[in-house]
């Protein structure tokens, strides 16, 4: 029997919460060396409804990185500036099967990065944002978080200096990107402005809003301003459904059945359009690099209240 969602979902976060606390399976990613010091007894859940009313339980204003997180949106800011052809000239949207960091995820023919919720994808994104400077370019991603959250937006720059030093992986990517003319410019300016915005500290309060307003199609459930276009809100799910989760979006869909969006510092968001957005954080994560609790507690609500989008039930 599905449960009526409001009603019961303060106490059931609650019990999830209380339930997975112990759980400390996974590691801290280490790969960005800052990122490897959280602490991994931090755990968040919070959830924000289309109305605007917010459940919450644990370390929900701790701040922390908002890593992979960043990428539908950034998408969704180049989308509105340049619209659909000119997005799939550049960037395919076509799931992987494959890591976030995958090397080789360039199509055959035309080199377009299959999807921007990869790393190769999403570095060409944050390519297409412009400027005289990475400051100049950082402004508009600044402004657009903050539109999202609610309240101005801060980089980390401990964990931009410590990314940007150890990122070799993602250089190759950029300058195999260059190469096929996939990303034009200073390929050192676009990767910054990459880092930069995984870089953006934000809280789980934060991220439950983030995935609220596309759950509204566009409009902040809490300030009611109107952020993006309810279609580049659809065209981000989408996305966030089919290569969201990366090389686990198939058991994603089949067990979850939501859109959503990891990063390695734990964050998760999922989304259940027109109800609510869900947040958890927890930088303990799993080798597909997605918070442990969060996959746990995501699987077991959408369980729970049968939240799939293909359920009939709502
Ligand atoms: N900044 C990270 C990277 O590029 C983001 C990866 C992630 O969160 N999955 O490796």
Known sequence: MKESIQDSIQSTINELYQKYLPCLEGYTANYIPELAHADPHEFAIAIAMVDGSVFHIGSELKNFTLQSVSKPFVYGLALEAFGRPYMLSKVGVEPTGDAFNSIIELEKQSHRPYNPMINSGAIAVSSMIKGKNTAERLDPILKLFENYVGHSVNIDDNVFQSEKKTAHRNRAIANLLKHFQIIDGDIEESLDLYFKQCSLLVNTLD???????????????????????????????????????????????????????????GGLIAVVPGKMGIAV????????????????????????????????SH
């Open 207 to 265: 991220l439950s809003f983030l995935a609220a307003t596309l759950a509204n199609g566009g409009i902040q459930p809490k300030t009611k301003k109107k952020v993006l276009n309810p279609e580049s809100a659809r065209d981000m799910l989408s996305l966030m459904f089919s290569c969201g989760m990366y090389d686990s979006a198939g058991e994603w869909a089949y067990s979850v059945g939501l859109p959503a969006k990891s990063g390695v510092s």
């Open 281 to 312: 954080y927890s930088p303990l994560i799993d080798e597909r690099g997605h918070s442990v609790r969060g996959v746990k507690v995501l699987k077991e609500l959408a369980h729970r209240y049968d939240l799939s989008v293909f359920s009939n």
